[in-house]
C-alpha cells in the first residue's frame, strides 16, 4: 500500500515535470525529460548552441528519493528556439519562463539573445540585477550563484511594454524603444549564449525547466507558477481549481486595487534654429543618485511623456542624429504633479572629444572605468553608421620625447583594438600620436600629468 506522503510527493513530482495544466495548446514546455522536445505533441525540438550539454538527474530539494532532469550548459554554450519552424509563435504577444542556475554571476550573464548573436542588446543579468542592455536596469533581485531561480520575460505586441520577473514578483518594467526585445529577421531566439560582439559575457549552467507561451502571461499566473515550481503549496489541487478566467479576473483586481502614484513627465524637443520638432529622438532618464538608467523612450512629432516615481531626483538626456545631446535635472513632487520639460537642441558638433580614456604613468593599458565608457561609444557608433573615430593619443612630459611619442601610439592601438573586438570595423577607426606635444593642462603636479595621459575619442562624419 502506498502511504499519503508518498502519493503527495508523486504528485508534486508530477507537476514539476508537466507543469501547470496548460489552459490551451499556445504554449510549449521542455523539462528535459524527452531530451530537447517539448512535452507537448507537435511541438518543435530545442537546438544546442556552442559545446553540446548533457542531462544530468538532479535531486530535487527538501525530497528524499525524487529527481529530476536538467540540461547541464557550458560557458557561452545553451539553447536556441527556431521561431520559423514553430511557424510564428513568437511574432506578437509572448512570455518566455525558464527555471535555472548560472555557475558565476560576475558582470553581465547573457540570459536571452533577440538578435541571434549579432548584437549586444538583450537581456543580462548584472550585478544581481535584471537588465536588458542598455535600457533598463532593475533594482537588487535575489540572485545567487548555483541556485535556482524562476526567471520570465514577456513583450506585449501592442503597447511594447517588457516586463522581466524573479522569483514570482515583477522586478522590471518599460517600453521597447524599437524592436530591440523581438526577434530580428534570423527567427531565432537564443538562450545563455552571449553574442559575438562580446561574446565572453555568459557562465555555465544548468536549466529545469523552459515554457515558452504565444501570450503575455499575467502577474498572478506567474507567482503561482513560482510557487508551484517553489513547493510553496500542494500544486495540482490548487492548479485544478484555478480556470484561466478565474485567474484573469483576479489579475484585473489586482491591477485595479493598486494605486498609481507615478509622475507624468513630458517635454518637447525642438531644433533651436527653427523651433521645428525633433522626430524621433532618443529620450533616456536616469536617476540622479546613481545613474542607473530607469526608463529610456523616443519622440513623437517632438513631443515625450514618461512616468516617474514622485519626490525623486533624475537626470533627462535628448539624443537625436544631427544634434548635440543634452540634459536636464528633473525633480518631481507630488504624484498629481505635472512635470514639463524642454529642449532646444543645437546642431551636432565635431569640436571636442566624445570621450577621454586615461591610462597609467608610462603604461599601454587601460584602467578604471575606460572600458566601460568604450563600450557606451560602441552603442553611439553602431547607431551613428554615418561617422567615423579619429583617436588621438597622448602622454604627460616625463622621459624622452620619442618614447612618449612611440607610447601614445600603443595607447590608441589599445583603444583601437577594444573597439574593434566590440565589433566596431577596424576602417571606421583611425589614430594619431601625439606624445607631449598636445598637453590638456601644465605638467606641473601629479593631478596636471594625469590629465595629460589620455586618448580621445572624437567623432567626425563620413564624407560621401
Not at 347 to 367: D, N, R, W
Not at 403 to 425: D, F, H, W
Request: charge should be positive; include cysteine.
Amino acid at each position: 500500500m502506498i502511504c499519503k506522503k508518498n502519493v503527495c510527493w508523486l504528485y508534486l513530482f508530477l507537476f514539476l515535470s508537466i507543469g501547470i495544466p496548460s489552459f490551451s495548446q499556445s504554449q510549449w514546455t521542455y523539462d528535459f525529460n524527452n531530451g530537447l522536445n517539448p512535452i507537448e505533441s507537435g511541438g518543435i525540438s530545442l537546438k544546442m548552441l556552442g559545446q553540446p550539454g548533457q542531462y544530468v538527474k538532479e535531486k530535487i530539494p527538501g525530497t528524499e528519493d525524487l529527481f529530476r532532469t536538467t540540461y547541464r550548459f557550458e560557458t557561452n554554450s545553451g539553447l536556441q528556439f527556431n521561431n520559423t519552424e514553430a511557424k510564428g509563435f513568437l511574432n506578437k504577444s509572448f512570455t518566455v519562463e525558464i527555471y535555472f542556475k548560472l555557475d558565476t554571476l560576475g558582470s553581465w550573464k547573457r540570459v536571452l539573445d533577440f538578435k541571434n548573436r549579432k548584437s549586444d542588446y538583450g537581456c543580462y543579468i548584472y550585478d544581481g540585477k535584471l537588465n536588458f542592455y542598455d535600457f533598463a536596469i532593475s533594482e537588487k533581485a535575489p540572485i545567487r550563484r548555483n541556485q535556482y531561480l524562476h526567471y520570465v520575460y514577456s513583450r506585449d505586441f501592442e503597447t511594447k511594454t517588457i516586463k522581466m520577473y524573479i522569483n514570482g514578483l515583477l522586478k522590471l518594467e518599460f517600453k521597447d524603444p524599437g524592436t530591440e526585445g523581438v526577434l530580428d529577421q534570423d527567427q531565432v531566439l537564443n538562450l545563455f549564449q552571449d553574442d559575438l560582439i562580446a561574446n565572453h559575457e555568459a557562465s555555465a549552467g544548468s536549466v529545469a525547466l523552459i515554457r515558452i507561451y504565444d501570450r503575455v502571461m499575467t502577474p498572478v499566473f506567474i507567482r503561482r507558477s513560482f510557487q508551484s515550481i517553489n513547493k510553496a503549496k500542494p500544486p495540482v489541487e490548487v492548479a485544478e481549481k484555478e480556470p484561466v478566467e478565474e485567474i484573469k479576473q483576479e489579475a484585473i483586481k489586482e491591477e485595479a486595487k493598486a494605486p498609481s502614484n507615478l509622475v507624468s513627465v513630458s517635454g518637447r524637443v525642438y531644433d533651436g534654429r527653427n523651433l521645428k520638432p525633433v522626430q524621433d529622438a532618443s529620450v533616456s532618464v536616469r536617476q540622479s543618485k546613481d545613474d542607473l538608467l530607469v526608463t529610456q523612450t523616443k519622440t513623437i512629432d517632438g513631443l515625450y511623456v514618461v512616468e516617474l516615481k514622485p519626490y525623486e531626483s533624475y537626470k533627462i538626456s535628448v539624443d537625436a542624429v544631427g544634434f548635440q545631446s543634452k540634459s536636464m535635472p528633473v525633480k518631481t513632487s507630488g504624484k498629481s504633479q505635472e512635470v514639463k520639460s524642454l529642449f532646444n537642441l543645437s546642431p551636432e558638433s565635431y569640436e571636442s572629444p566624445i570621450v577621454t580614456i586615461y591610462f597609467p604613468q608610462s603604461l599601454e593599458e587601460m584602467e578604471g572605468d575606460a572600458k566601460t565608457k568604450l563600450d557606451s561609444m560602441v552603442s553611439y557608433f553602431n547607431v551613428r553608421k554615418d561617422l567615423r573615430i579619429l583617436l588621438k593619443g597622448h602622454t604627460d612630459n616625463m622621459g624622452d620625447f620619442d618614447k612618449n611619442i612611440a607610447l601614445s601610439r600603443q595607447r590608441v592601438e589599445t583603444v583601437k583594438n577594444y573597439l574593434v573586438e566590440r565589433g566596431i570595423p577596424a576602417d571606421r577607426i583611425e589614430g594619431t600620436g601625439y606624445g607631449p606635444a598636445r598637453p590638456n593642462a601644465q605638467n606641473q603636479t601629479e593631478t596636471q600629468k594625469q590629465r595629460n595621459r589620455r586618448v580621445e575619442v572624437w567623432a567626425e562624419p563620413i564624407k560621401r
